[in-house]
């Protein structure tokens, strides 16, 4: 892999020899990959390369069999994407996970919605919805998000863009350490994807690490930092859209050229 882009820096992110097997069919073979900080880390492959079975064992959705993940130069072990979650490591999934007739800021704040203080003692409190509305577009005003003004319109009547960016303003928002986002842009439009493309730059620029998996070359190379090629459950090469054009890409992914 190419060192040379991100120095002597530590990995935010770190997988070393990754194996995961579905009784005979082998996901990943001993995969590895690192993630920077401040960067855009697109994950590249093949139908079948591992490239989702690879997410899932960075989000906690699947437990590898073998190898290990660092956080920070931390291992971690992650049984559930809850535990992922907790330290930091948010996951958009392709089928995105947001609640259609809730409003902006309460998706924004689905599952940690904030609480008013009760009475002493009392467990059940009721949702503080202005406060969460507030801090919606604070976090919004912060990740650079101008497309979603009013965070009281309910998600289901946004466009398709539009909630693609709640999903990942979800993700990005509260200092999470890591996004990963898979295939956000498949579903959507030349104009909105472009958006998110530019929300994804945005993180970037703001300090939050992001892992995007995607099959678009053309997006891949305009907002990537780095390339991580994978090829039959393993790492084929880490490239840089500087150092190799989409065909050597293609390439390696087909196992046509290495790196
Ligand atoms: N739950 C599962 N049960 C059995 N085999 C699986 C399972 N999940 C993945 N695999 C196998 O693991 C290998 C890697 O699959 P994976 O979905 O990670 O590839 P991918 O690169 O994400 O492919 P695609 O681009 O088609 O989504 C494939 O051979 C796949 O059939």
Redesign the pocket.
Known sequence: MSTDESGSREPILQATGLVKT??R????DGVDLDLYPGEVLAVI??????????I?CLTGAEIPNEGEIRLEGRRVQFKRPQDARALGIETVYQTLAVSPALDIAANLFLGRELRKPGPLGTVLRAVDVKRMRQRAKEELAELGITTLQDVTVPVENLSGGQRQAVAVARAAAFGSKVVVLDEPTAALGVRESRQVLELIASLRDRGVPVIL?S?NMPQVFEVADRIHI?RL?KRAATITPRSHSMTDAVAIMTGAARA
């Open positions: 579905y009784g069919v082998v996901g990943l492959g093949d139908n079948g390369a591992g490239k989702s079975t690879l899932k998996i099959h994978q459950g």
